[in-house]
């Protein structure tokens, strides 16, 4: 049992291109989360999928921002034409289901920055 | 109005010392889980402990016990016998129905401890 791996671990871009950030669950979990991160934000979340789709998107900020899974296992988060204010850590997490009692588990997290 | 409440910025305790952080929600579901999580400066996100909504008995995880009051809606994280790496960020937080599925962890603001020796 690993846990949930994501990389990379860093990534420094410049403003106004796209990044992909890559999430991999436990295995066997079914639900996957994204978060962010940030100082003055703190913690915020952006998406979840239920094996390959997503039932609630919600708190993606922008049409910028998309993500997908696939297989039920790999997730990629992309950020097209990134901008200062998407510097964050992007968090992403896995539960064995959606239910209320499962405890989401997290990875390392991906540091984004925007110069 | 704030789902989770975490009225405690920093709190700071004695080594060996018990301590109580703070954490109070909003929710009209019947049926939710509240969750604590610690992050060092590491950054990792370590999951804690669990309570349901509808547990009779508060959780217990070895030193970490959740004070759970549902009437009040409060769930207290207390820390027994603490420890220097104990000193971290607690985050408080929940999951409640949103439609038909449970989803997303809503968080609090989150609690500085710092242990001193």
């Known amino acids: 049992g690993a846990g949930v791996s994501q990389s990379p671990s860093n990534k420094v871009t410049e403003k106004g291109k796209d990044v992909e950030l890559r999430c991999d669950p436990i295995s066997g979990h079914t639900a996957l989360y994204w978060y962010r991160q940030s100082l003055g934000q703190g913690l915020e979340f952006l998406i979840y999928?239920?094996?390959?789709?997503?039932?609630?998107k919600s708190g993606l900020p922008s049409d910028r921002f998309s993500a997908e899974r696939t297989g039920g296992s790999v997730s990629t988060l992309t950020i097209q034409r990134t901008q200062q204010e998407d510097s964050a850590v992007y968090l992403c997490a896995s539960s064995l289901t959606s239910g209320p009692y499962n405890e989401q588990f997290f990875g390392p997290g991906t540091r984004l920055t925007v110069l | 109005a704030q789902k989770i409440t975490q009225t405690q910025p920093g709190m700071f305790v004695q080594e060996k010392e018990a301590v109580t952080l703070d954490c109070t929600y909003d929710t009209s579901d019947p049926s939710y889980g509240l969750f604590w999580y610690k992050q060092p400066s590491s950054g990792e996100m370590i999951f804690l402990i669990y309570?349901?909504?509808?547990?009779?008995q508060n959780a217990t995880e070895g030193r970490y016990s959740l004070n759970f009051q549902k009437a009040r809606k409060s769930a207290n994280l207390v820390i027994s016998a603490s420890q220097l790496g104990d000193s971290a960020m607690y985050f408080c937080a929940m999951r409640e129905r949103d439609g038909t599925s449970y989803g997303k962890l809503t968080f609090g603001q989150g609690t500085i401890l710092t242990v001193h020796p």
């Open positions: 999928f239920q094996g390959n789709s997503a039932p609630d």
């Open positions: 309570q349901g909504s509808y547990d009779q």
